[in-house]
């Protein structure tokens, strides 16, 4: 009877649940707790976003600004909101069908390790694939280096319905060629107001941009190529040219804080998320993607046919 009462409760409880969470989705007044005690900010967009006078310098890449638990906190508290990202989306994706809908965009910038695939994985992976789209920029191909640099991120745009996600971005254009000396100076610092007025026009045609820069420290990095060297069902992750590109982690360290400085708008901040916690950073990735879902709230789209009608023919056969 203990067995068969407990199993009732938990049946009972995930009905409940699955209530709560066909109902308009909220942010909390007051901070989130998960139940192992640690407290969630109730808006890490605020916690994050990059605001006049940033300096990337002085922000902690080990820090977890807005959550005071540990991993296993982090995981639970993403655990806690799963379902809800889940349906969020689903309604996302549903609104779209008709082409006509909101899309988000997620773009995710950072140094080499600094966390992009656990990203793709613990966080895109947990919703729905059929409603993501994932496009992974590398260096440009030859068709695409005979177009303006922003062509081939116009062409990946997210179709209504669907949450695109940028590993790397148009942003590249303003940080490796600029490290490397790839282009002219007065090529790539007319970029900062082209990607503005790029994304202004994404925005007011019903894209959610999200922005993230993974912010790890160098020796951090330096420990997970480490890693990647030492295990071999790591190595294939190791590419040497990691190693190379570390000569030049002032430059890039500089090359980024002038893009947050020219290119975190109003419209399209940027939140620079500190990666040297795995955990953490999928954490507030996850938050920043729930926290645009709800803001949109995007509802279940109407029946195009007579619902009654139907469930009567449907019950002659």
């Known amino acids: 009877m203990a067995k068969k009462k407990k199993k009732d409760d938990k049946k009972s409880k995930k009905n409940d649940d699955l209530k709560k969470s066909s109902k308009k989705h909220k942010a909390s007044k007051k901070d989130e707790k998960p139940k192992g005690g640690a407290t969630l900010a109730k808006s890490l967009r605020d916690e994050l976003a990059v605001s006049a006078g940033f300096v990337l310098a002085d922000l902690d890449p080990g820090s977890t600004p807005g959550f005071d638990g540990d991993k296993d906190d982090a995981a639970e508290a993403m655990a806690s909101v799963a379902d809800e990202l889940a349906e969020l989306q689903e309604r996302l994706y549903a609104d779209g069908r008709d082409r006509e809908g909101r899309s988000v965009l997620l773009v995710i910038q950072g140094m080499d390790t600094s966390g992009k695939g656990g990203i793709l994985r613990h966080v895109v992976g947990a919703v729905d694939p059929q409603g993501i789209q994932l496009t992974s920029f590398k260096a440009p191909s030859k068709e695409e280096q005979a177009h303006p640099f922003l062509w081939r991120i ?5 179709k209504p319905g669907y949450i695109g996600v940028f590993d790397r971005s148009q942003y590249e254009d303003v940080l490796i060629v600029r490290v490397h000396d790839l282009v002219p100076r007065s090529t790539w ?8 007025s790029f994304e202004a026009g994404v925005i007011e045609k019903g894209t959610a ?6 912010h790890i420290s160098e020796d951090e990095q330096k420990a997970r190529l480490q890693e990647r060297l030492d295990r071999p069902d790591k190595n294939w992750k190791f590419n040497p040219a990691d190693v190379d590109e570390r000569e030049f982690w002032d430059a890039y360290q500089e090359s980024y804080q002038a893009l947050l400085d020219k290119t975190s708008t109003d419209e399209a901040p940027w939140y620079v998320v500190p990666a040297d916690h795995k955990w953490y950073a999928r954490l507030a990735v996850q938050q920043l993607l729930l926290e645009q879902l709800r803001e949109i709230d995007p509802q279940w789209p ?6 009654e009608a139907e469930k009567a023919r449907l019950a002659d056969t």
């Open 154 to 158: 116009r062409n990946a745009l997210p």
């Open 189 to 196: 610092v007319r970029r900062y107001g082209q990607i503005n």
């Open 209 to 214: 941009i999200i922005k993230v820069m993974l």
């Open 302 to 307: 109407a029946a195009t046919y007579d619902v």
